[in-house]
């Protein structure tokens, strides 16, 4: 079977517009029609996947993250544990894949199943390409391996209460945990993060080219205040008033950070890549 990458022409800010509203647009439709080959035609639906399609209309037909059942979630992380990239309509064989290529450092994004309250989809990272530290405001969100190694950063934001600190800076920075800080290599188990817990706040760095399946419920929407936030990161005791007088003592200042909200780093850019994998059968309402 043949599987590619494809670019699109236009260029993409951050998650395509398609995916943090829910909706598929026009070109993502025809993007879909115009480039699924003859062999992905042929190509069998997954079971897994569609496994995956049917957990997620149940999983989150509330719309609220804040709402799930911690029995769905293992559910849903057994399925993406058990998740390959042929699953996806991928192999290790695709050149994207050789980790002896070096060259362009973007990262590419392809939705693979998009409603208002979930979306599924796959994140491309080449070495050394970034995704810098975000934010997934109300949401929970699933993050399988599929290939590759990377590096993984994961923050809390600490809560009110904790961080009554008389040390805080005087500026828009906010005291984090550290969560996970951490390489991990394919074939791992599915990380989770929650709407106020898991690491919230994370960044990926690729030391191999790597293939991320992401299951995000809810979708970031604008409209429903769900924006991606980027950060930079400061340790803790960096700055003057991360020292004497701090509520936080020294041997746990190093699981501890300030971050400052920036603005869309350039990293944050990614281009389009259309899906040619098996097809979810979308289930009956
Ligand atoms: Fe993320």
Redesign the pocket.
């Known amino acids: 079977m043949t599987t590619r990458i494809a670019r699109s022409r236009r260029e993409i800010s951050r998650t395509p517009r398609c995916a943090r509203n829910g909706k598929t647009n026009k070109k993502d439709k025809r993007c879909k029609r115009n480039t699924r080959s003859k062999e992905v035609q042929r190509a069998p639906s997954s079971n897994l996947l569609q496994r995956l399609y049917v957990t997620c209309e149940d999983v989150f037909k509330s719309g609220d993250a804040a709402d799930l059942n911690p029995s769905d979630v293992q559910t849903l992380r057994l399925i993406l544990d058990n998740m390959v990239l042929e699953d996806v309509g991928l192999c290790r064989e695709i050149k994207f894949f050789n980790p002896a290529i070096e060259g362009d450092t973007r990262v590419g994004y392809t939705s693979i199943y998009q409603c208002k309250n979930y979306s599924i989809c796959i994140f491309f990272l080449p070495t050394n390409a970034v995704?810098p530290l975000?934010?997934?405001p109300g949401m929970t969100?699933f993050?399988k391996l599929l290939i590759g190694t990377m590096h993984v950063k994961a923050y809390d934001w600490v809560n009110q209460v904790e961080s009554e600190d008389s040390t805080t800076p005087p500026s828009k920075m906010r005291l984090a945990k550290l969560k996970a800080n951490g390489i991990f290599t394919a074939p791992c188990d599915t990380s989770v993060?929650y709407p106020t817990s898991g690491g919230n706040i994370?960044e990926?760095r690729a030391i191999t080219p790597c293939a991320i399946l992401?299951v995000?419920g809810p979708p970031y929407s604008i409209e429903e205040g769900r924006d991606?936030s980027y950060y930079k990161d400061i340790p803790y005791q960096t700055l003057p008033m991360g020292g004497k007088g701090s509520l936080i003592n020294k041997e746990e200042a190093g699981s501890y950070g300030w971050l400052e909200e920036i603005e869309t780093p350039e990293e944050a850019h990614m281009y389009g890549v259309c899906y040619m994998g098996p097809q979810i059968i979308e289930t009956a309402p």
Do not use: A, T, Y
């Open positions: 995704i975000h934010n997934h969100v993050s993060l994370h990926f992401d995000i991606c």
